[in-house]
């Protein structure tokens, strides 16, 4: 049979129109919940998305922390790098597919999860999550955490599957996002007016 | 390739109005024409079109470090020497970049003929993958086209894997001029496939984008931007006053500044230079060369130029036609003439897109100039036999 030239399936429109308002994608409008940060289960149903996607982000988080969670040596390292009583002691035993053998370490407290916005019911989450497999990325969902100052960072979990989850990321894997900052100025780039720049 | 009529679908306008595709029409012309179409073989799809689109933008990557590790090359393409860097750099660390469109001549004979790389800003993307394929399902289902029609068009899936290699934890900033309704459009389409991919999205006006005490990119909410989308060209950012951050904190932005030799046509006689001959490319020279003076019939085109501003054609050494425009103070190229595919519908260009490394579909446009336009139509394509 002779290979088809376009897609698989019909394309289709996550955000349902192109012309979705600067507003609305900015967070000040209804439709999009621009935060997907979630600090809790009930903090994500409180903003609107779906229950079930809520639960299963959490889990996922939970998972991917269990597995991946910066690790420390000692609780005094721990602390310097998040904070004082922002750290826990975890037994390796609890890190899934744990090839590494017993003892314990010390690893910040999971302090959120991040989900995409586009989630509206378990289905999407699926079929997000999927994607994130194919991708080579395991979890689907990112666990959150907080430095010291306030910052938030997350971990990158990689997989092959099987044993590459039991490897947690050095700290140097861990980046702060966007962090808050102040801006000095605005309007240093766009001064150029034309009917359009595309080509 | 043939022009082909058919029946517009009676409720097209109401699916362009249902999808926010409101630049269907544009400065008060149509732009998106429903009940035409170009229709090619899939030979032709395959031979003529697919595979040297791919040939050419391999040939393109593989000169692009060569050109930013060349002065000279560099002078040439009239990149501002204290932002050299800037691109440098962006190509030293392999910065990701997303997608291009190839603008090609096909006259339905011989090989196609590279006209220019819109690699940095094109449009014409959501019409391409999206409004372009469901037009295609819909005249099958209609009947107005054959069951096994098919189209060269796996641009939308291409985005979303494309964008699936981004890491996800930043957000993915989009910025564009938003009150050109074309160029907003088209950012928002490129973030609906961010968001398919798993990326949390933010829209903000180019103009808006604040710099922090560090020298850093910022949104509204006072937060550094990670990552960000620019539907704005590069040889203007590198000339506006944030530029001077650029060095710092430039590899935020998709498309990476490395595109800027790209799609800049001083590109052309340098890839006619490695490439003496090549079947899909035309003579092209720096209009300072002497060799110049060997073409007759050819196009002036200026380094930066876009909307087909300031190009000129010349037949037997005399000013056909030209566009005009505020463009040409970097200097110009010439390229040897390549006739266009012509119709009752005018003039057409092919536009052939690649998204990552790889060659994924096909947006024709025709005017009724031979020097295509910000008014050009849009004209779905289909391959049948």
């Given amino acids: 049979m002779r290979r088809r030239k376009s897609g698989h399936k019909r394309p289709f429109l996550a955000l349902g129109t192109i012309a979705a308002s600067t507003l609305a994608l900015s967070g000040c409008g209804d439709q999009t919940p621009s935060e997907t940060m979630f600090t809790s289960v009930d903090q994500c149903v409180t903003s609107g998305m779906d229950r079930q996607v809520c639960q299963a982000g959490y889990q996922d988080a939970m998972r991917a922390h269990l597995a991946a969670a910066p690790r420390f040596n000692g609780m005094a390292a721990c602390e310097a790098e998040y904070g004082s009583g922002q750290c826990t002691e975890q037994s390796a035993s609890a890190v899934p597919n744990n090839t590494g053998g017993g003892g314990s370490f010390f690893v910040p407290f999971l302090t959120g999860y991040m989900l995409s916005s586009a989630l509206n019911n378990i289905g999407d989450y699926y079929n997000y999550r999927r994607r994130q497999e194919e991708s080579g990325s395991y979890y689907g969902s990112t666990p959150i955490y907080r430095n010291r100052s306030g910052q938030t960072v997350t971990t990158t979990v990689r997989s092959g599957g099987g044993n590459d989850t039991s490897i947690a990321p050095s700290r140097q894997t861990v980046k702060p996002v966007n962090v808050n900052t102040r801006t000095v100025a605005r309007q240093g780039f766009g001064g150029r007016s034309s009917f359009s720049f595309g080509g | ?385």
């Fill in chain 2, 1 to 385: 390739m043939k022009r082909i009529t058919l029946p517009a679908r009676p409720d097209w306008l109401d699916k362009a109005r249902a999808v926010g595709f409101g630049f269907h029409e544009m400065y008060g012309e149509p732009y998106w024409l429903d009940d035409a179409a170009y229709t090619f073989t899939l030979d032709e799809i395959e031979m003529q079109i697919e595979g040297p689109s791919q040939e050419l933008h391999d040939m393109c990557m593989d000169l692009v470090g060569d050109i930013v590790g060349s002065e000279e090359a560099l002078d040439r393409l009239a990149i501002p020497e204290d932002l050299r860097d800037v691109v440098q750099r962006s190509w030293q660390r392999r910065d990701r970049h997303l997608y291009g469109r190839f603008d090609l001549a096909y006259d339905g004979t011989g090989p196609v003929k590279l006209l220019e790389y819109n690699a940095d800003t094109p449009t014409s993307v959501f019409e391409t993958a999206y409004f372009q394929f469901n037009w295609l399902t819909d005249q099958v289902a209609l009947g107005s086209l054959p069951k096994d029609a098919d189209q060269y068009n796996s641009l939308q899936e291409s985005l979303v894997e494309a964008f699936e290699q981004f890491s996800k934890e930043p957000i993915f900033h989009f910025a564009a001029m938003t009150d050109n309704e074309e160029d907003r459009g088209t950012t928002v389409y490129l973030m609906d496939c961010a968001v398919q991919a798993g990326h949390r999205v933010e829209l903000l006006d180019i103009r808006e984008i604040g710099i922090d005490a560090q020298g850093r990119y910022t949104d509204l909410q006072d937060r550094v931007i990670d990552r960000c989308f620019k539907l704005y060209p590069w040889e203007f950012m590198l000339r506006e006053p944030f530029a001077r951050d650029l060095v710092r904190s430039g590899d935020v932005f998709v498309e990476p500044a490395w595109k800027a030799v790209l799609s800049n046509k001083g590109l052309l006689p340098l890839l006619w230079q490695r490439h003496p001959n090549h079947p899909n490319l035309l003579a092209s020279y720096f209009a300072d060369d002497p060799a110049a003076s060997s073409l007759s019939d050819y196009v002036r085109k200026p380094l930066l130029s876009r909307e087909g501003e300031n190009v000129t054609i010349f037949r037997d050494g005399r000013e056909l036609i030209s566009a005009p425009g505020d463009y040409g103070d970097e200097g110009f190229i010439v390229q040897a003439y390549a006739p266009l595919f012509e119709s009752d519908g005018g003039f057409a260009v092919l536009g052939s897109w690649i998204v990552g490394d790889r060659a994924c579909g096909l947006a024709v446009r025709e005017d009724r100039s031979r020097i295509t336009a910000n008014l050009s139509r849009f004209v779905p394509h289909v391959i049948v036999g």
